[in-house]
């Protein structure tokens, strides 16, 4: 007869083993926690040129309901390409059709992570309600990659002027808090 504390340390090797088999595939996907997502990547011009550090928004206008609803963006880098985010870094969007706002602010905060100040386009592209009657800011996601064709924006010179405007009334003697330096 074989002694119980013969078999334990197998025992206790294949519950370990168990354990770490569960932990890794925990740890692997979603676990079926978040909706497929179809990888969307596009590019911003504006006046022609490729701009970074424009968010690019998607907001969802039909398709299945969401266990977890999302609202899918990007952050266009400095060849003005983005790839949406909806749960996970760079994962794309879940099927279904969007309305796509653009806005173009200036970096800000402490480490220049935060996108405070005015809209650098006036906010001419960042309404879903003006956006979703101009076709190129309908797009569909289906079960499928996609690579959108380059959003061709215009910065208005009264845009212009209202950023111009917005700089002087922030840039005060003294630095931002006034005062001798």
């Known amino acids: 007869m074989e002694s119980p504390c013969r078999s334990r340390p197998a025992s206790v090797a294949v519950r370990a083993a168990v354990a770490l088999a569960l932990l890794a595939a925990a740890s692997c996907g979603d ?6 997502t179809y990888p969307v990547k596009g590019k911003v011009l504006v006046d022609g040129q490729p701009v970074k550090d424009c968010k690019v928004t998607f907001h ?21 390409e983005f790839q ?3 749960y996970v870094a760079n994962d ?9 706002t653009i806005e173009w602010r200036e970096p800000s905060g402490i480490t220049n992570s935060e996108f405070g100040g005015p809209d650098r386009l006036g906010g001419d592209y960042a309404s879903v309600e003006r956006n979703k009657g101009v076709k190129e800011f ?3 996601v289906a079960r499928q990659s996609v690579e959108l064709r380059p959003f061709e924006l215009k910065q208005s010179a009264q845009a212009k002027r209202k950023l111009d405007e917005a700089k002087k009334r922030t840039s005060t003697p003294g630095g931002p808090l006034g005062g001798d330096q």
């Open 31 to 36: 676990g079926g926690k978040y909706p497929k």
């Open 138 to 140: 309908v797009v569909q």
């Open 60 to 80: 969802r206008t039909s398709g299945n309901q969401l266990s977890q609803p999302a609202t899918p963006s990007g952050l266009t880098d400095e060849k003005g």
């Open 92 to 100: 794309g969007a879940p099927e279904g059709e969007y309305v796509v």
């Open 84 to 86: 949406l985010t909806s």
